[in-house]
């Protein structure tokens, strides 16, 4: 089986209980779907499994030429600020041939933004559904 082109690498931080990664599973359901032909990817920063840098090792064996990193991080703190930069620079370094990108936290889209605050007025009670 050919590699894809290309991944994407959804980047959690990962917690003690199981559970926790269920929300991240959907949304990279979702993207498998809607990204045919690119392969989807969970890594995490701690507490779970795959980790950052064991999931760029698995698609750089592969032969994945280009990968983009999507921190799942609700806004720029300490781990995506210094930790993030640390583990792509160590996997760049580890897989010269093996391209990474890596996007703002999802938290700081304004489109994210206006989901969450859509979903919070539709929250309250009395609150017409969001479509």
Same mark, same amino acid.
Request: with cysteine; proline share 8%; glycine share 6%.
């Given at each position: 089986?050919?590699?894809?082109?290309?991944?994407?690498?959804?980047?959690?931080?990962?917690?003690?209980?199981?559970?926790?990664?269920?929300?991240?599973?959907?949304?990279?359901?979702?993207?498998?779907?809607?990204?045919?032909?690119? !392969?989807?990817?969970?890594?995490?920063?701690?507490?779970?499994?795959?980790?950052?840098? !064991?999931?760029?090792?698995?698609?750089?064996?592969?032969?994945?030429?280009?990968?983009?990193?999507?921190?799942? +991080? +609700?806004?720029?703190?300490? *781990?995506? %600020?210094? !930790?993030?930069?640390?583990?792509?620079?160590?996997? %760049?370094?580890?897989?010269?041939?093996?391209?990474? *990108?890596?996007?703002?936290?999802?938290?700081?889209? !304004?489109?994210?933004?206006?989901?969450?605050?859509?979903?919070?007025?539709?929250?309250?009670?009395?609150?017409?559904?969001?479509?």
């Amino acid at each position: 089986m050919t590699a894809p082109a290309q991944a994407l690498v959804l980047f959690a931080h990962g917690a003690r209980d199981a559970r926790w990664r269920e929300p991240f599973e959907r949304l990279q359901q979702k993207l498998v779907a809607a990204l045919p032909g690119c !392969d989807v990817r969970l890594a995490f920063l701690e507490l779970m499994s795959p980790l950052l840098p !064991d999931a760029l090792a698995e698609l750089a064996a592969r032969g994945v030429a280009e990968v983009t990193v999507v921190p799942v +991080f +609700f806004g720029q703190g300490g *781990h995506i %600020r210094r !930790d993030l930069p640390a583990l792509i620079d160590q996997c %760049r370094q580890a897989y010269p041939g093996l391209r990474i *990108h890596c996007a703002d936290a999802v938290g700081e889209s !304004d489109a994210v933004l206006e989901a969450i605050a859509a979903y919070c007025v539709a929250s309250l009670p009395g609150a017409a559904p969001a479509s």
